[in-house]
């Protein structure tokens, strides 16, 4: 089994529910073709990662996507908001024995392989590693223990995000370490400042 597991929450891609803000701007259909094109540049990097991986879906399991079944579990997320829906996915992690777990969403396109492996590196002496992303969330959150308080009473979907998880990681003494900073793709205006040409 090893001793990392990398889960990845992906939105089951259907035209009109996803990456609505950029929907508002580009419209429905681009906006699908360019998660789509996320989803793509996720399973490559994931893949490359040294770590079991899980896919963890939004609404059902998709079994003929980019994430081949050979290299990736796949599962379905919790009921809640995207902060119960972490928790209860890294706590199962932890429950099946894995010694650190990260998460990561599909809509970074600048995540490499080599960063998530440097981030499982940094959880064999931290108990938390996260990805700031500049709209201020994050786009990676790793754990070598359950932290479960960090995903409770967050604005999720704001700029004060990833501030507020750093605030409640040093109210509980936990020991975490920043990765780059790197651009999530939700509005127009990241697309423009990303390398991802639709």
């Known amino acids: 089994m090893g001793e990392n597991l ?52 939004s609404k059902s399991v998709v079994i003929d996507d980019q994430f081949d079944v050979n290299i ?17 996915a890294i706590h199962a992690g932890f429950e099946q024995g894995f010694k650190r777990v990260i998460l990561i969403g599909s809509d970074c396109p600048g995540i490499s392989s080599n960063l998530i492996d440097d981030a499982f590196d940094r959880l064999k002496s931290v108990d938390c590693t996260i990805g700031p992303s500049d709209d201020g969330g994050y786009y990676l959150i790793g754990m070598s223990r359950f932290l479960p308080e960090i995903f409770d009473d967050i604005e999720w979907s704001t700029n004060s995000v990833c501030e507020t998880t750093i605030e409640k990681l040093e109210e509980s003494g936990a020991t975490y370490s920043k990765l780059t900073v790197l651009n999530d793709i939700d509005t127009e205006s ?6 991802l040409r639709i």
């Open 6 to 57: 990398l889960i990845i929450f992906v939105k089951t891609p259907e035209k009109g529910r996803v990456k609505t803000r950029l929907a508002a701007s580009v419209g429905d259909d681009k906006a699908l073709n360019i998660y789509k094109k996320l989803l793509d540049i996720t399973a490559e990097t994931a893949a490359g990662v040294h770590a079991t991986k899980r896919v963890s879906y």
């Open 190 to 195: 990241d697309l423009m400042k990303s390398d």
């Open 72 to 88: 990736f579990e796949k599962t379905v997320q919790s009921n809640g908001d995207l902060g119960r829906k972490m928790k209860s």
